[in-house]
């Protein structure tokens, strides 16, 4: 991942680069794109509470082979989904300003490929795929290597560079547009959004101290600093809470918090016991605001960590960004867009709103050298200078909140597993109903044994998804060359180990009379034709004296005038071992091969086996067993 002269990405971040398509694009014009993204995708963007980091785009100019673009990365922690809402931002900025093609990638490299593994053509694998996945006015695209050749790219390269795939992106887009396969398990990971946003949040009372309420009231999402400051805490940060110094518990108030469902998870799952001299006492686990007590405890031990680790600051000692003609672009385009809801100006649900978007201009749009970077506890404690706590009035919305959310998703119960566990398998399968579902036995067999056919290599066994494929060939000449070779009488002299392993057999009379017979004429070859008369009269042998013996009986032979599987499937006989004089019938390989299967798959009880996870990397799906005999012959007439 090394193509585009970047470091490597962090284990839980994600790198996302926008390039004007063309490959040329002055700094002015990506400014100007910045600017219009963030005030297009601010109404989303403000009311979202990232993990650990925000979305951010900043102007890279150009370096070695890689052209001026917008970037950004951010680190998502533990909530992966951040990662696939970026995602949904990257495709809908490409879609809005189709001027931009973007790639995204993290530690894995290109992501959006493993999520479509499944329908990659075989050519496309990690060391070739550098520059060739890019969102281009709202799709997918995949640059191939055949057509990265017909361009007179160097062919002997298997990787491209940024100026060479946005040439050919440009010219070519609408023939690199990814098979509709890839776009559909891209999408479907992205799908929801953006009303899957208000999904992912939860909220919960909190008995908190009245300071961070204000605190929070401004700046919704500093709730993610500090829970991942207590989250991560450790001895030394812990010595701040024996006697908190910025939150008292003396003022707490009860006050209703906006989670990310991950925040959320984190925090209450977190098992803690306060110091008894920081005064954060908690009631019995029976009382009923006890979860309440609890989470208002929790974060208020994040946010004084938060504190501890920075010296109070003046108001002044950050600069003010909220002024100038950026911001009166980005807050005129805002109310452009409905964002506050036809909400009164001043009101409290208008400030909330306002509070929301100075936070992510604050963070998102404004340009480095226009601010200092400070910590969420400089913010904190620049907070709790400018703000005015009315404690009174904190109390009497205290006596009137929303109900908080159910937070029973947190439990997930084994009838869960196997519902979550059904429903992926029935949309494999691209089915509501399991059981109405047709098992071809036929499909079966023959998935099996294009299974088999297919070569394996270090990197694996393929698996064979359709039994369309072309059948295995079967070369005569190469087949008699090589058994010549092997039983001929040129065949190559056995070396010492295989010499004496020869000496310690004792060859009967008769044997050595046949082989001395055998090479009466050892100057002269053996023909193809003589050696596979010689194989059948062996084979032919072989037959008359099993059929003296029940072997015959552990094998299904075919029905006359009926196709082997189908046949079969209606009634299981075998032949008559009895009737030596009359016509051997051919075993039914296809029949006998599927029942096999069947058994072992009903041996594994319902379990994984050997069985059914090699059907089912082939997307064969057998049916349940719902006699539970295990008997062959009646899976066969349910299923015939």
């Not at 990506?30 to 509470?49: D, K, N, S």
């Not at 909140?401 to 429903?423: G, I, N």
């Not at 005038?561 to 030596?580: F, P, Y």
């Not at 016509?583 to 009880?605: I, K």
Request: proline letters at 5%; glycine letters at 4%; one cysteine or more.
């Amino acid at each position: 991942m090394e193509a585009i002269g970047r470091a490597a990405v962090a284990e839980d971040a994600v790198r996302y680069c926008l390039f004007a398509a063309t490959g040329s694009g002055g700094e002015a014009l990506l400014r100007r794109c910045a600017e219009g993204v963030a005030v297009r995708f601010a109404p989303l963007l403000a009311a979202y509470i990232w993990q650990r980091q925000p979305f951010r785009l900043r102007y890279v100019p150009p370096r070695g082979e890689t052209p001026a673009h917008l970037g950004g990365t951010t680190l998502f922690g533990d909530n992966v989904e951040d990662e696939w809402f970026i995602v949904y931002l990257v495709r809908e900025i490409t879609r809005e300003f189709p001027g931009l093609a973007a790639r995204i990638d993290d530690n894995d490299g290109e992501f959006l490929l493993i999520e479509a593994a499944d329908f990659l053509p075989k050519w496309l694998n990690p060391e070739n795929s550098d520059n060739r996945v890019f969102f281009y006015k709202g799709e997918l695209h995949i640059i191939p290597l055949s057509e990265t050749q017909e361009q007179e790219c160097d062919p002997s390269a298997a990787n491209l560079t940024i100026l060479q795939a946005l040439t050919l992106l440009s010219s070519h887009s609408e023939e690199f547009l990814a098979a509709e396969s890839i776009r559909t398990a891209v999408y479907k990971r992205i799908s929801g959004y953006p009303e899957k946003i208000q999904a992912s949040f939860h909220q919960a009372h909190c008995y908190l101290p009245a300071g961070i309420v204000a605190v929070l009231r401004q700046r919704p999402s500093l709730v993610a600093a500090a829970i991942q400051a207590f989250y991560l805490r450790d001895p030394v940060d812990l010595r701040a809470c024996r006697s908190f110094k910025t939150f008292r518990p003396e003022e707490r108030v009860m006050s209703v918090v906006t989670f990310t469902k991950c925040l959320y998870a984190q925090l209450v799952q977190q098992k803690f016991v306060p110091d008894r001299r920081s005064g954060y006492t908690l009631p019995l686990p029976s009382h009923p605001q006890f979860k309440a007590y609890e989470l208002g405890m929790k974060l208020a031990h994040g946010f004084e960590i938060l504190c501890s680790k920075c010296s109070k600051v003046s108001p002044d000692s950050k600069r003010n960004v909220l002024s100038g003609p950026l911001w009166e672009r980005f807050l005129s385009s805002l109310k452009e867009k409905n964002y506050f809801k036809g909400e009164m100006e001043g009101s409290a649900k208008y400030s909330e709103l306002l509070h929301k978007a100075e936070d992510y201009f604050q963070q998102s749009v404004t340009k480095p050298e226009s601010c200092v970077e400070v910590s969420p506890g400089d913010e904190i404690l620049t907070l709790l200078q400018t703000t005015t706590i009315d404690l009174k009035e904190l109390e009497r919305e205290a006596g009137c909140l929303p109900p908080e959310d159910d937070d029973s998703w947190l439990e997930l119960t084994p009838d869960d597993l196997d519902q979550m566990l059904k429903e992926a398998r029935s949309e494999s399968l691209q089915s509501t109903n399991e059981e109405e579902q047709k098992y071809d036995l036929e499909t079966v067999a023959e998935s099996m044994k294009a299974f088999v056919s297919k070569v394996s290599t270090h990197e694996g066994a393929e698996m064979p998804w359709s039994s369309d494929e072309s059948h295995v060939t079967f070369d005569v000449d190469s087949f008699t060359k090589a058994l010549d070779r092997i039983l001929g009488a040129d065949s190559e002299e056995l070396d010492s180990d295989d010499l004496d392993e020869e000496e310690e057999f004792d060859f009967s009379d008769e044997d050595d009379e046949n082989f001395d017979a055998e090479n009466q004429r050892p100057d002269q070859e053996v023909s193809p034709n003589e050696l596979i008369c010689s194989l059948k009269s062996y084979m032919n042998e072989m037959d008359r004296e099993l059929a003296h013996t029940n072997v015959g009986k552990s094998f299904t032979t075919q029905k006359k005038g009926a196709s082997s599987v189908k046949a079969a499937t209606s009634e299981n006989t075998a032949h008559d071992s009895g009737a030596e004089d009359t016509e051997l019938t051919p075993v039914d390989v296809d029949m006998n091969l599927v029942a096999n299967l069947l058994e072992s798959y009903s041996a594994q009880s319902g379990l994984a086996g050997p069985t059914s996870n090699i059907l089912q990397s082939m997307g064969v799906y057998l049916p349940e067993n719902a006699d539970h005999t295990g008997s062959v012959e009646q899976q066969n007439k349910r299923l015939s």
